[in-house]
């Protein structure tokens, strides 16, 4: 599928939102993309995670890695397609770990995925977890890169989209001074706080 074909499924699910929105990174934004209302089509898992798996089809992948809860769905669907396991991390006590018995081995080759990647917060915790058990990781995967292409991982990242969707810090949100009021749609605590 192309851009534009992605951009009308968003449109379709009512995925792509329209506000004043307080995301994870602190920033916040007149656009929010929720995934989660595309991946809750089994069809549209399957058609999205099949055109990523494209990225790697030639390399080796062990297991497959997101944060939950935007990328559980990702992850599993991804890892299906590309006939190994998935994982998943999560907060506790708001910091970033494997639980329910999940580990990586030493020297697996890893593939961490995550919906939206924006500053990339999330990708980086997950992939010090991958680092911390000795994991390779081959790449990052995305549905959508919402930095324009300029978030730096460290490591190459697919996506499906790139777009620009201008952010603000909270002391220059042209929306605050509007007086607009503030949603936080995502499953994770800001790290900033606003007044």
Known sequence: MNKEAYIQMFKDTDALLEGHFLLSSGKHSAKYLQCARVLQYPNLSEMICRDLAQYFKDVQVDVVIGPALGAVTL???LARQLKCRSIFAEREDGIMKLRRGFKIEEGEKVLVVEDVITTGGSVREIIE?????????VAVAGIVDRSGGKVDLGYPLKTLLTLE???????????????????????????????
Do not use: H, Q, W
Not at 129 to 137: D, F, L, N, P, S
């Open 75 to 77: 992850s599993y669907e």
């Open 129 to 137: 977890i991958v680092k911390e058990y000795r994991g390779e990781i």
């Open 165 to 195: 969707i201008e952010t603000f810090d909270p002391e220059e949100c042209p929306l605050c001074k509007e007086g607009i009021p503030i949603v936080k749609p995502g499953s994770r605590k800001s790290k900033k706080k606003t007044e």
